[in-house]
């Protein structure tokens, strides 16, 4: 399978931001800052959920064991109100890229990509199929 080169980058660029989480958890462990540490184990299962995402996007099998969400039919996956929930997500993304943008520079992980980027991706792939593919 041929993966773009932008998507193989982001997969590099998601694991060096959960290693550099790691790395700064160690040092708030021991320093006893509970809630800094909280916080980065946090963002880097955000990161994390999203990488994965995007490898069973191109592909990639889930790992053996993994729960797997109820199955839910398509016919319920592509409704107007999953579309309305989808176009809600992304403007509401859109406006937290630019208060990221604003806070951290144009090119900074902020709150955009954590939790909210999750739930984006997972209305995308429910509307449209894995990998932005129109369901038929």
């Known amino acids: 399978m041929n993966v773009p080169q932008d998507e193989l980058n982001g997969w590099r660029r998601a694991l060096d931001d959960v290693r550099g989480l790691l790395n700064a958890l160690r040092f708030d462990v021991a320093a006893g800052r509970t809630r800094a540490a909280r916080e980065k184990v946090q963002r880097a ?3 994390a959920r999203r990488l994965a995402l995007r490898l069973e996007a191109s592909g990639a099998d889930r790992p053996a064991g993994t729960v797997r969400p109820p199955e839910v039919p398509l ?9 309305a929930y ?6 509401t993304h859109r406006r937290a890229l630019a208060v ?3 806070r951290y520079g144009p090119h900074e992980d902020g709150p955009a990509a954590g939790m909210l980027e999750l739930l984006l991706m997972e209305a995308r792939e429910e509307v449209f199929g894995p990998a ?4 038929e």
Do not use: F
Not at 86 to 91: F, P, R, S, V
């Open 45 to 47: 299962d955000d990161v």
């Open 75 to 83: 016919r319920l996956l592509d409704t107007p109100a999953n579309r």
């Open 86 to 91: 989808l176009d809600a997500l992304e403007e």
């Open 100 to 102: 990221d943008a604003e």
């Open 132 to 135: 932005g593919r129109l369901r």
